[in-house]
């Protein structure tokens, strides 16, 4: 078989949140990082004819990018796969899934508190800032001045002089009538690219970041409140 250009790039993505990955036959494949606070879940197009684990993704995708065709021929013993171009060719074996960080389930949201949207320049702003302040805070709180909408403010809570970057959301919905500190990890966001990133933050602190071909669930930070 060979892999599809949407297949690679979805596991090149997943590589950034855990080298460990177990694929399979169920049509989507699932990526958790290894602090369990950050998950992916991705469906995908190319059918694989039985599960198998990879302890190194990063490492297996650099040897499908030796060639420029690869064909993948999966062994009978379900032990190894072997990419060739017909002339050259690598043996590359599987990982124990039972050795491997993963997950086998989704994750049920919880009622959304918050609901926003933002573009993928507002995500390269908040990227930029980040680096610039060195600063690893998103911190979203609630305004009604002029209008109901949502502030995100790149910082560092652990400084209390911390310099801030700030936009202005108006693409949002809140359903709480509590105001709200939800915290997150720059870190943390591993997204693949797209045109939108779709936030939906729970009050029990949990978040789901859908976009065009794959959703994340987030945990928040622990400084993270509702009902201040």
Do not use: H
Not at 80 to 104: A, H, P, R
Not at 112 to 138: H, V, W
Not at 180 to 196: L, P, R, S, W
């Amino acid at each position: 078989m060979k892999l599809n250009n949407s297949t690679v790039e979805v596991l090149k993505n997943f590589a950034a949140i855990n080298s460990n990955i177990v694929i399979g036959t169920e049509g989507f494949v699932r990526s958790v990082a290894i602090a369990k606070n950050v998950m992916a879940k991705a469906n995908i197009t190319d059918a694989f004819p039985y599960k198998f684990g990879v302890y190194d993704l990063p490492e297996f995708l650099s040897c499908y990018s030796l060639f420029d065709d690869a064909e993948l021929t999966f062994s009978d013993t379900q032990k190894f796969v072997t990419f060739s171009d017909g002339i050259q060719s690598i043996k590359y074996f599987f990982s124990d899934v039972e050795n491997l960080v993963t997950s086998d389930k989704d994750i049920t949201m919880p009622e959304s508190a918050l609901t926003f949207t933002i573009t993928d320049s507002q995500l390269a702003s908040i990227r930029k800032a980040s680096g610039a302040l060195k600063a690893n805070d998103m911190v979203i709180t609630k305004n009604t001045e002029g209008g109901l909408w949502t502030k995100l403010t790149v910082t560092d809570r652990d400084n209390p002089t911390s310099n801030e970057f700030s936009i202005n959301i108006a693409n949002c919905s809140i359903d709480t009538e509590e105001n709200f500190e939800f915290v997150f990890n720059i870190n943390n966001f591993k997204f693949n690219q797209a045109d939108e990133y779709k936030f939906e933050v729970a009050s029990k602190m949990i978040s789901k970041v859908t976009t065009d071909t794959v959703d994340y669930w987030l945990a928040l930070e622990k400084s993270s409140k509702i009902g201040v």
